[in-house]
């Protein structure tokens, strides 16, 4: 028996279906043109149809192509003569949403298509009034970056454990805790050139647009960053006593195997530690230029 189902081309439908004199959209239709192709040519009479039928059989071959349409109104007459009313509503009620779903499919194409913008070539005017964007949001992220990396080197040096302070040394060995940040420096080292570049590089080249910048961030909360250093510095300095605890006996025993894997174990308990101040400084600074690079590229042309 066939359902609604049972109407998705097969393999060999679908191939037939590719000969490029044929345009269909959706299943139903695309199953009827098959039907046409692959059955045996003759003349029998086309089966008296219902209302209900008809309605269906004339949705359902709406998309077919005015030279197909005999031919796939009399093979799905056939089909749908044998169904009745309950399977006719149900298979009514699908070809309406592919129908509908095909006019807002039409209808966006075409907005699309009546939108676009003929392409053409950037102009200097184009590119000075990308500029006039680009150029203040660039600046001034770069001055918060700065700031924040100045900031957090500041209090990093303030809350966070000295080289030698979690380290143990002599004449010829030495064993520490190790290094927990290296320096924020996040921020270009020439803003002058970061301006050229960054416009260069992703400003569109095609027309003129406008870009929306409205996730960079040009501001952080020095607050909300010195709580998160100072407790992450915290952490290390319980590391580093629990280290020091650990590794004086070995020394004293001179079991240096056992001082060296102490040394490992303690700097990898900085890892975890690391990683929370990390993701704290990914949420609090103003970051990279990833965000004015991603609105560069994704501009809205308008003209």
Not at 89 to 106: E, F, P, R
Not at 152 to 161: G, V
Request: hydrophobic residues 45%; positive net charge; charged residues 25%.
């Amino acid at each position: 028996m066939m359902t609604p189902e049972t109407l998705a081309p097969s393999a060999n439908i679908a191939k037939a279906m590719s000969k490029p004199t044929m345009r269909f959209l959706y299943p139903l239709a695309a199953v009827l043109c098959a039907a046409v192709l692959l059955a045996p040519q003759g003349h029998a009479q086309t089966p008296k149809l219902r209302p209900d039928q008809q309605k269906l059989v004339e949705m359902s071959i709406a998309n077919v192509e005015p030279q197909y349409r005999t031919m796939a109104y009399e093979q799905m007459a056939k089909t749908v003569a044998p169904y009745n009313e309950a399977m006719i509503a149900q298979m009514t009620a699908a070809a309406s949403k592919n129908l509908d779903g095909q006019k807002k499919q039409v209808a966006a194409e075409k907005a699309a298509k009546a939108a676009q913008l003929p392409e053409r070539e950037v102009t200097a005017e184009d590119k000075a009034y990308h500029r006039k964007q680009y150029e203040p949001v660039l600046r001034a992220h770069w001055k918060a970056q700065t700031e924040f990396d100045a900031f957090a080197n500041e209090k990093m040096a303030a809350y966070c454990p000295k080289r030698d302070q979690y380290a143990r040394f002599g004449s010829a060995w030495r064993y520490e805790q190790g290094q927990f940040m290296m320096d924020s420096a996040l921020a270009a080292w020439n803003i002058d050139s970061a301006v050229d570049v960054v416009g260069e590089a992703y400003a569109p080249k095609d027309g003129r647009y406008q870009f929306d910048f409205s996730k960079v961030r040009t501001s952080f909360d020095k607050t909300a960053v010195d709580a998160a250093i100072k407790t992450a510095c915290g952490k290390v300095h319980a590391a580093g006593k629990a280290f020091l605890a650990k590794v004086d006996p070995l020394i004293a025993k001179k079991d240096w195997d056992g001082a060296f894997k102490a040394e490992g174990s303690a700097q990898g308990a900085l890892e975890p530690i690391r990683a929370e101040l990390k993701a704290s400084f990914d949420k609090l600074s103003p970051g990279d230029i990833s965000e004015i690079q991603l609105a560069m590229m994704n501009g809205k042309r308008i003209s």
